[in-house]
């Protein structure tokens, strides 16, 4: 499954919109730069490592070698980018829920969009756009974003507590480790593969 490496996903989605609106979607995601706020839905989800949206015009895309062809396109494309734990329909979804109007205005003037509610349309406009990854690099695939965060926050909390205690008696070492341990338990996972959420989500990443 060229789409996943350990517990991540690499999503990536190209949909055409209409040249002459190509504008309009550049003005809204100046307004989502702008006023963050906008997002703060998609900004909570813990399972995102990475979204990115772009947008090239139809006359933009790069033209390598004076023997090239020049494209004749009737269509500007946005490109979506995203990188994320969990199985396809639970991100998918997670955007659906916490973004619903925001996805709504990004992709509004892309061709044939259905809307995020209902879901099923949704799933079926992201599947048919969606371009499989053929190599994905992740550096931690054993980890997803909140491992992480957890790593972060073992480290700084061992680094203080030998600064703070690495000279005390052994009794007394011993019951301040004890006591850390208790304190950062929630930050201790297991680094593994995560478990098929069922077999129509394992087909998407085939």
Same mark, same amino acid.
């Given at each position: 499954?060229?789409?996943?490496?350990?517990?991540?996903?690499?999503?990536?989605?190209?949909?055409?919109?209409?040249?002459?609106?190509?504008?309009?979607?550049?003005?809204?995601?100046?307004?989502?730069?702008?006023?963050?706020? $906008?997002?703060?839905?998609?900004? $909570?989800?813990?399972?995102?490592?990475?979204?990115?949206?772009?947008?090239?015009?139809?006359?933009?895309?790069?033209?390598?070698?004076?023997?090239?062809?020049?494209?004749?396109?009737?269509?500007?494309?946005?490109?979506?980018?995203?990188?994320?734990?969990?199985?396809?329909?639970?991100?998918?979804?997670?955007?659906?829920?916490?973004?619903?109007?925001?996805?709504?205005?990004?992709?509004?003037?892309?061709?044939?969009?259905?809307?995020?509610?209902?879901? $099923?349309?949704?799933?079926?406009?992201?599947?048919?756009?969606?371009?499989?990854?053929?190599?994905?690099?992740?550096?931690?695939?054993?980890?997803?974003?909140?491992?992480?965060?957890?790593?972060?926050?073992?480290?700084?909390?061992?680094?203080?507590?030998?600064?703070?205690?690495?000279?005390?008696?052994?009794?007394?070492?011993?019951?301040?480790?004890?006591?850390?341990?208790?304190?950062?338990?929630?930050?201790?996972? $297991?680094?593994?593969?995560?478990?098929?959420?069922?077999?129509?989500?394992?087909?998407?990443?085939?």
């Amino acid at each position: 499954m060229s789409n996943i490496a350990g517990k991540a996903y690499a999503m990536n989605v190209i949909t055409p919109i209409r040249w002459y609106m190509t504008w309009i979607n550049k003005v809204i995601f100046w307004f989502a730069l702008k006023f963050p706020s $906008t997002l703060s839905g998609l900004i $909570t989800l813990s399972l995102i490592h990475y979204a990115r949206w772009v947008i090239i015009g139809r006359k933009q895309f790069p033209h390598l070698d004076e023997h090239q062809p020049k494209e004749d396109l009737h269509y500007s494309y946005m490109l979506f980018f995203s990188n994320f734990n969990g199985s396809w329909a639970q991100y998918v979804d997670s955007f659906t829920f916490a973004i619903p109007a925001g996805l709504d205005q990004f992709w509004k003037w892309n061709i044939r969009y259905p809307r995020s509610v209902p879901l $099923t349309p949704f799933h079926s406009y992201i599947t048919y756009n969606q371009i499989q990854t053929d190599h994905y690099y992740n550096a931690y695939p054993m980890a997803s974003s909140n491992d992480i965060k957890s790593a972060k926050k073992l480290k700084a909390a061992l680094i203080d507590f030998d600064a703070q205690h690495g000279n005390k008696s052994p009794d007394d070492f011993i019951k301040e480790y004890n006591a850390l341990l208790r304190s950062l338990q929630h930050d201790m996972g $297991t680094m593994q593969p995560l478990p098929i959420v069922s077999l129509a989500d394992q087909a998407k990443g085939d």
